[in-house]
């Protein structure tokens, strides 16, 4: 019987591009509750895994389950629980109002408890409900994300370099944010910045050459 609190699970998983290992015999659980640190060098492999976990890619061995489903053969599914900040914001040529509607239309996620997550960084998402969403600035683009995510109420959320466009006080609401996250949850952070998430992360995972070369509690 499946572990109800384990929202990822990785086993032994193998991935190649164009014949170079880029995850190699990854094994791991995340549950409810955790907060983990992904740390490690550039081409390490960490965008890959969480691409993999959200079945934006095919695994060549071993299996991921994520809220309990196959993230290829069960994408719906999976995205349904995972709010996802990708290290590089999607084109959407919707404009930001047309995205809450999507949004609230497809998740029941009101467009209004997003804008209030998106104020709470000082974004005014009226103010800009008319401009395409690829028209915002990169800082923009980055908080709307993270306000949709926020508001979903994600089991899983994954953030890749989220504050990475984020200038110093975005980002210290940014954290803010983050602490004042009330609903039981898990969270992976891929960092090359560890120390600002202390205080928030209670895990960290590192990761060299496609392999996690350590994985602790703190
Ligand atoms: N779609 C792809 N096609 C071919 N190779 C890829 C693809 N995506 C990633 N790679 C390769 O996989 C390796 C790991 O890349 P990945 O983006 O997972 O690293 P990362 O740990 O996220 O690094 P960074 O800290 O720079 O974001 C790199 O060598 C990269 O070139
Ligand atoms: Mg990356």
Known sequence: MQDPRVVV???RVRKRFMGATVLDDVSLQISL???VAMMGPNGAGKTTLVRCMLGFYHTDEGSIRVAGHDPVAERVEVLRHVGFIPQLPPP???TVGELLHFVERSSGTSAESIARKAGE???DVAKHSQKPFFKLSGGMK????IAIALARKSRLLIFD??????????R????ELLQSIDYEHAAIYITHRAEELAGLVNREITMDLGKVVVDERI
């Open 161 to 170: 370099e989220p504050t990475a466009s984020l200038d110093p006080r975005a």
């Open 172 to 175: 210290e609401h940014f954290y």
């Open 33 to 35: 509750g955790d907060r």
């Open 121 to 123: 960084m000082e974004l």
């Open 142 to 145: 980055q908080k709307l994300l």
């Open 9 to 11: 699970e990785v086993n």
């Open 92 to 94: 959407v040529k919707l």
